[in-house]
């Protein structure tokens, strides 16, 4: 079983930028896939980003490309997620997910977080 805990979501102003971290507890850290989901106001759930157990291959949303870097260590089990540029239409509650294998195929997550809040307002 692993215990997924987000921090750092807050109110911030469009164009500013936040990151987000996710604290894992549970067996070997690197044996699991991680990522990021979100869910905004009114809409579906979707995907955001994910990266490898050895953090060598990251993933990205086409909404998040460019903008939203996401990385992990190990060391700390941890992984964050850096936004920057951010929007108003980035706003919703952000999930840490992680995945039963250390390589990311685009499958379900296994382990959900309870999410943090980003909210991007003027």
């Known amino acids: 079983q692993v215990h997924l805990q987000e921090s750092g979501g807050r109110l911030v102003q469009p164009g500013g930028s936040l990151r987000l971290s996710c604290a894992a507890s549970g067996r070997t850290f690197s044996s699991y896939a991680m990522g990021w989901f979100r869910q905004g106001p009114g809409a579906e759930r979707e995907f955001v980003s994910a990266?490898?157990?050895?953090?060598?291959?990251?993933y990205y949303a086409d909404f998040a490309k460019g903008r939203f870097s996401i990385s992990r260590d190990n060391a700390k089990n941890t992984v964050y997620l850096q936004m920057n540029s951010l929007k108003p239409e980035d706003t919703a509650v952000y999930y840490c997910?992680?995945?039963?294998?250390?390589?990311?195929?685009?499958?379900?997550?296994?382990?959900w977080g309870q999410g943090t809040q980003v909210t991007v307002s003027s």
């Open positions: 990266i490898s157990g050895n953090g060598f291959r990251k």
């Open positions: 997910v992680a995945y039963s294998s250390p390589v990311y195929d685009n499958r379900s997550p296994n382990y």
